[in-house]
């Protein structure tokens, strides 16, 4: 399960987000920089009030790449559960360099390092971290005021990250100015956990944290309710029609690699996508994210798939977007239609209707 970093000033902000949920406590002061560091005392003080009852994380500070000043640094935090280090923009050699000197500190220090979207985000350091026994390793913004982690990057990008970093062992984190909207759709993604500040104060970042809105960016965290705990509505049996709704996205064009001819490829073509998902009847009675699936979840995985490189066939599209809506225990049955666009006067294509049994085997 995907958990709630909470971004926290002190001992204070600590309990409140403890109050609402948060898995994890990250320490760093927000006048100071993206990852701006607290005092020693500070950092005793929350660790104090924490009292073990959940894991703290502290920040490096915003500093430049030099291994002597990051390694004093971090050496200088070594009591926080985990240390947060900065990967700035540098040359790639100047990032490298920091890297291997903190090896010796990671040996006993789990430590993180933190890409930035906004800052020249080089995943070809994941390989080094965990060579350098790193923890783990998250996506950050520095520039707050200058637009959300999904306004930097793709979907597909972060997918891309989280799949690398657990397929090398490291931990994986995404944030970056995250809203209530952003975390069903980065929660897909399946990194281990979301960082959040600004969305915890219900107002400006530098603002103090709210117990209830840490309570509402937990609460979509949680798992889903299965499908199967619903009764009538089971993944091997169609649900009554009178039951569900309908949530659709039609006529996504999008261009793409694609074709089994030689001649489609190194080039790109224009293709449409519309899918529909059948979901269980929405019964809400308010305007709430958490109750919902989100068509956003549908133009996120068709997204992704358009980064993915060259496909042959319109058919392993299709079957490849069916299985990853069908993925979310919300969704019992899934109609995608995949068409080319760039063949002729019409479009040519396919449809298919996929059940979560389909995919069970």
């Known amino acids: 399960m995907t958990k709630l970093l909470a971004s926290v ?19 760093k002061d927000p006048a100071k920089g993206a990852l701006g560091a607290v005092s020693p005392e500070v950092l005793a003080a929350t660790i104090a009030t924490v009292a073990g009852r959940r894991p703290i994380s502290a920040v490096a500070g915003d500093l430049p790449m030099r291994p002597d000043l990051v390694v004093r640094e971090v050496e200088a935090r070594r009591a926080a559960d985990f240390v947060k280090i900065g990967l700035f923009p540098a040359t790639s050699a100047e990032r490298l360099a920091v890297i291997g000197a903190l090896a010796g500190a990671a040996r006993d220090i ?71 909207p952003d975390v069903p759709r980065l929660k897909a993604l399946r990194p281990d956990y979301l960082g959040f500040r600004g969305a915890l104060t219900g107002g400006a970042r530098g603002d103090a944290v ?4 840490v309570r509402r960016i937990a609460s979509l965290l949680r798992p889903e309710p299965s499908a199967v705990a619903r009764p009538g509505l089971t993944a091997d049996h169609a649900p009554e029609p009178a039951g569900l709704d309908r949530i659709f996205v039609r006529d996504l064009v999008l261009d793409l690699e694609i074709g089994a001819y030689g001649h489609e490829r190194g080039r790109r073509q224009k293709v449409r996508f519309s899918v529909e998902a059948l979901i269980a009847r929405i019964t809400a009675n308010r305007d709430d994210i958490a109750e919902v699936y989100s068509y956003d979840l549908i133009t996120d995985a068709v ?59």
């Open 9 to 27: 000033t002190g001992p204070g902000e600590a309990e409140t987000v403890l109050l609402g949920g948060a898995d994890i406590i990250d320490l």
């Open 110 to 180: 789990p430590l993180v390092a933190v890409l930035f979207a906004d800052g020249d985000p080089d995943f070809a350091l994941l390989a080094p971290l965990a060579e350098a026994g790193f923890h783990g390793a998250m996506i950050d913004t520095m520039d707050k005021a200058g637009g959300g982690l999904l306004s930097r990057l793709s979907v597909g990008t972060l997918a891309k990250f989280v799949e690398t970093a657990r397929d090398l062992g490291l931990m994986s984190g995404l944030a970056g100015s995250l809203e209530a």
């Open 303 to 361: 997204r992704a798939l358009a980064e993915t490189g060259h496909t042959d066939l319109v058919e392993t599209l299709a079957l490849d977007l069916a299985r990853t809506v069908l993925s979310d225990g919300r969704v019992f049955e899934v109609s995608v239609r995949v068409e080319k666009l760039d063949l002729g006067p019409g479009a040519v294509g396919i449809e298919i209707r996929r059940r979560r049994s389909d995919f069970s085997a």
């Open 210 to 213: 709210e117990e209830a809105q």
